[in-house]
């Protein structure tokens, strides 16, 4: 058989290989702590349950839906836009729904980009801001997020021809997989950057509803210009414990909204009618939830900081998202960490590199496990840590 060489231009996908591990260890009997992927623990909102039940059984819902979305879900998700972040968007042309985060970040490149062009994406990223344009052909150029610099990237670092060549910049702030939330400048600097050298800014606003302290993170669609050069993806995945749902939204230039929408009338036929009935609630009747669920997080937070802080870990606790991002104790790569911990303590963390070259040095811990077992994890990290030692 031959196959299209696409696919073996992006490294297998991080979580497959770590599911398969953790997979192994199980079937021998291992009780495996797997901080490895962000996948809340806790269920989706009663209300947003129930108007997926109601609306389930009518049989309108039934038949294929619009990839245009319904009004009442382009509605909700103006509303919502309004009240949350000041943003108007005009629910006939700046809204359309997306089967999650990931499905937009990919279609969105198929959208943008032809083969040859550039896509600048943060390094450490989610991984399909890289795949996405492999994908359809174009070329990654990598931002560095560096600790000395908040993990925001220097855009005016980046090589004039490549900016040139560019068509598509991602960001994506609450930041997974740093936890860094964006700093006055940078949204500003991007639109401006964006008018001059022609370029779609992609932001991805998957954890704006997980943040601690009183931090409220920004839309990006907020600063002045940006709906004339970007959009915004935005998912309830997070804020809501609906990853299993696949909803979600892009939003913001009307352009950009219209050409992803057109992709999509070829690739799949939209969001099933409960489902969006389901977002209204959780953007309407549910809208306080996340607020709930940052509560948890933050107790997870803290006491994963004491418990890293206790065994010489240098943490620094986010403002924002339910990650943590390490730094691997001295004399460790990694990878050669995170095969301790998962090897000696049956713990799942994510190693740095999965999420591109600057990551290396780095792991990341995810908060989205009961508070009892991020105790026991983080005595078994210690532990392990002991034995390393120990053993070295
Ligand atoms: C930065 C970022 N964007 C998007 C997503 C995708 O979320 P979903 O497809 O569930 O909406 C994730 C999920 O982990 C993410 O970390």
Request: aromatic share 8%; with cysteine.
């Amino acid at each position: 058989m031959k196959f299209a060489r696409r696919l073996d231009q992006v490294p297998p996908y991080l979580f497959a290989e770590l599911e398969r591990k953790i997979a192994e260890k199980e079937q021998a009997g291992i009780d495996v702590i797997s901080l490895g992927i962000g996948d809340p623990d806790l269920p989706t909102p009663e209300p947003v349950i129930a108007a997926l039940a109601e609306s389930a059984r009518d049989p309108a819902t039934h038949q294929y839906p619009s990839n245009r979305g319904s009004r009442e879900l382009r509605e909700a998700a103006s509303g919502f836009y309004r009240r949350r972040f000041g943003v108007d968007l005009d629910p006939t042309s700046e809204v359309v729904p997306a089967l999650g985060g990931k499905e937009a970040v990919g279609h969105v490149c198929l959208a943008l980009l032809d083969p040859g062009d550039v896509c600048l994406s943060p390094d450490p990223g989610y991984p399909p801001y890289t795949s996405g344009p492999l994908f359809a052909g174009a070329e990654v150029e990598y931002l560095p997020l560096e600790e000395q610099n908040g993990f925001l990237p220097d855009l005016d670092a980046v090589p004039a021809e490549r900016l040139s060549a560019a068509n598509v910049l991602f960001l994506n702030y609450p930041n997974n997989p740093t936890g860094a939330v964006v700093q006055s400048g940078l949204f500003e600097r991007a639109v401006e950057l964006a008018r001059m050298h022609d370029l779609v800014v992609v932001h991805d606003n998957a954890y704006s509803e997980i943040t601690f302290d009183g931090y409220r993170a920004p839309s990006f669609l907020e600063t002045p210009g940006a709906k004339e050069v970007g959009i915004e993806i935005f998912s309830p995945s997070k804020g809501w414990n609906m990853t299993g749902w696949r909803s979600g939204l892009v939003v913001g230039n009307a352009d950009v909204v219209e050409r992803y929408r057109q992709l999509k009338t070829n690739l799949d036929s939209g969001m099933f009618e409960a489902v969006q009935h389901a977002t209204v609630a959780a953007l309407t009747e549910a809208e306080g939830f996340p607020r709930e669920m940052s509560e948890i997080y933050r107790r997870r937070r803290d006491l994963v900081a004491e418990g890293l802080g206790a065994i010489g870990l240098n943490v620094d606790p986010p403002k924002a998202t339910p990650y943590f991002w390490v730094r691997v104790p001295e004399g460790y790569t990694s990878e050669t960490f995170a095969e301790l911990v998962l090897e000696q303590a049956a713990v799942v963390v994510s190693p740095g590199p999965a999420y591109g070259p600057s990551g290396e040095g780095f792991f990341r811990i995810s908060l989205t496990v009961p508070d009892e077992r991020l105790s026991e994890a983080v005595r078994r990290i210690e532990t392990s840590l002991q034995a390393g030692i120990l053993n070295a």
